[in-house]
């Protein structure tokens, strides 16, 4: 069928057409728009609340860490024995009071005017009787005497005889501490306290004369702390 030439007629069919209704295309754009901009609101809030980007997967709790113990020493007093430990030039050199008693022992009665001299090893032992009762020790090592930590933690090191002769239920132990071996004592205290050893120690100067009595009023400054 052939369009109609009338120009009337053609006036007509234009305005029977429907026309393009604009404000529909900006309502259906805006909506468009607005779920997109919520959409990426929700993704924006998703993000925070899930980092890891895991639906499935919740974020893990914060765990806080455990506390730390701080161990702080004191003195106090015990009703243990003590053995002593020398420690000096990056070395250690146990005192073994039990060989130095069964020797001295077997010396001739002293003088109180005169100390007697007991030798163990790289160690040298002077006994100062006061009374019947109260004596001193002096103890003088020999140069380079001791261990070092790796021969000490050998099974058949001196410093293992001693852990194994003087339980941590009976006896406290006490160290002379020099200047240069101070971090070797720090060492050595952590792992006494581990085996719940009672430990105590005193810093002396190099060379200083080591000595220790009983029955005197400074007893208590050998107290473990």
Known sequence: MNPPSDPMAKRRLRQSATPLNLDSLV????????????????????????????T?????????????????PWSHPTTKNSVYVILRHNRLLPVDL??????LAALPSPDRMRPLEVELPRLLVK????????YCLEFEPDAESGETWLQAQQPQSAWQAMRAAYPAERY???????????ELFRELRGHLWDEQVEVG?????AEQPLAVCNGFEDAGAFQPQ
């Not at 006994?127 to 109260?134: A, G, M, Q, R, S």
């Open 27 to 54: 309502d259906i754009v805006s909506n468009n728009v607005g779920i997109l901009v919520i959409l990426a609101a929700f993704m924006a809030m998703f993000a925070l609340v899930n980092p890891r980007g895991s």
């Open 56 to 72: 499935g997967d919740p974020a893990s709790p914060h765990v806080e860490p455990p506390p730390k113990r701080l161990r702080v």
């Open 98 to 103: 039990r060989t130095f008693f069964e020797r």
């Open 127 to 134: 006994f100062f009787p006061v009374t019947n009762e109260i």
């Open 172 to 182: 406290v132990y006490f160290f002379w501490v020099e200047g240069d071996s101070f």
């Open 201 to 205: 120690w005193k810093p002396v100067e």
